[in-house]
């Protein structure tokens, strides 16, 4: 968008040349969210190995890509493809946790003192990305993200 000349005509359903915060704040977080399951499935797999693995999980990588870069140049499909996925996954995820902790044993049987300082950071770190992740498909649906992706 910055080498563009300034007198070139936008695309039609196009609407505002600047592109809206939410959409730079739900890249952003699209992208924590993502980084962080590459690094904890890359240390799974560097457990596990498996070509095929390895194989699927640069398959997921080049199709977050993909979303992430179409989003941020204001694509409908990466728009939609957000905004069915991100909210509603993070939903689940935090309300399957809320019940594990409610329904679930109870944690003295689970985790025994002492607890692993490195559990809690990977525990921690994976709420924070799920709660990325929600504010993410939250962002993309406010009027200035839907009239980036000519959505509005």
Same mark, same amino acid.
């Given at each position: 968008?910055?080498?563009?000349?300034?007198?070139?005509?936008?695309?039609?359903?196009?609407?505002?040349?600047?592109?809206? &915060?939410?959409?730079?704040?739900?890249?952003?977080?699209?992208?924590?969210?993502?980084?962080?399951?590459?690094?904890?499935?890359?240390?799974?797999?560097?457990?596990?190995?498996?070509?095929?693995?390895?194989?699927?999980?640069?398959?997921?990588?080049?199709?977050?890509?993909?979303?992430?870069?179409?989003?941020?140049?204001?694509?409908?499909?990466?728009?939609?493809?957000?905004?069915?996925?991100?909210?509603?996954?993070?939903?689940?995820?935090?309300?399957? &946790?809320?019940?594990?902790?409610?329904?679930?044993?109870?944690?003295?049987?689970?985790?025994?003192?002492?607890?692993?300082?490195?559990?809690?950071?990977?525990?921690?770190?994976?709420?924070?990305?799920?709660? &990325?992740?929600?504010?993410?498909?939250?962002?993309?649906?406010?009027?200035?993200?839907?009239?980036?992706?000519?959505?509005?």
């Amino acid at each position: 968008m910055t080498n563009e000349p300034p007198d070139r005509p936008q695309p039609a359903g196009r609407g505002p040349t600047r592109r809206p &915060a939410s959409i730079v704040v739900s890249v952003s977080l699209l992208a924590l969210w993502w980084a962080y399951a590459l690094a904890v499935d890359i240390v799974l797999l560097g457990a596990v190995g498996g070509a095929g693995n390895w194989l699927a999980l640069a398959c997921c990588t080049v199709a977050a890509v993909a979303v992430l870069r179409g989003l941020w140049h204001g694509g409908p499909l990466a728009w939609r493809v957000v905004h069915r996925f991100a909210a509603p996954v993070a939903v689940a995820v935090l309300g399957g &946790a809320g019940i594990m902790l409610l329904l679930g044993p109870s944690p003295g049987s689970l985790i025994t003192p002492p607890v692993d300082p490195a559990f809690v950071a990977a525990a921690a770190g994976g709420l924070l990305t799920v709660l &990325a992740l929600l504010v993410s498909g939250l962002l993309v649906r406010t009027a200035p993200a839907r009239a980036w992706c000519g959505r509005g």
